[in-house]
């Protein structure tokens, strides 16, 4: 069992830097792939940027170069670093864990923290 805890959303003009974290407990942190996902009003949970237990990242087209995920083990922590923010960024943002071998709607939740891009 692993328990999620998203913080660092908030309200942000468009071209600032919001960074995001997510606080990991109940469980070994660094085997899991650690995710932030998010979804808008009325459409499906897109990923945002994904990293596994080595490291390795990947990113939705739409904030490569603007986005960097990063984790921390020690202190079973994902940041989420998002710069040069643009309005069609505003939405929920959820942190995901989940095995190597799972998908990753199988896997554990956050309850999801608001970003809002508006000037």
């Known amino acids: 069992q692993v328990q999620l805890v998203e913080s660092g959303g908030g309200l942000v003009q468009p071209g600032g830097s919001l960074r995001l974290s997510c606080a990991a407990s109940?469980?070994?942190?660094?085997?899991?792939?650690m995710g932030w996902y998010r979804q808008a009003p009325g459409k499906q949970r897109e990923l945002v940027a994904r990293?596994?237990?080595?490291?390795?990242?990947n990113y939705a087209d739409s904030v490569k170069g603007r986005f960097t995920i990063s984790r921390d083990n020690a202190k079973n922590t994902v940041y989420l670093q998002m710069n040069s923010l643009k309005p069609e960024d505003t939405t929920v943002y959820y942190c995901?864990?989940?095995?190597?071998?799972?998908?990753?709607?199988?896997?554990?939740w956050g309850q999801g923290t608001q970003v809002t891009v508006s000037s």
């Open positions: 109940g469980s070994i942190f660094s085997i899991y792939v």
């Open positions: 995901n864990a989940h095995r190597a071998y799972e998908v990753a709607s199988k896997g554990y």
């Open positions: 990293i596994t237990s080595g490291g390795s990242t």
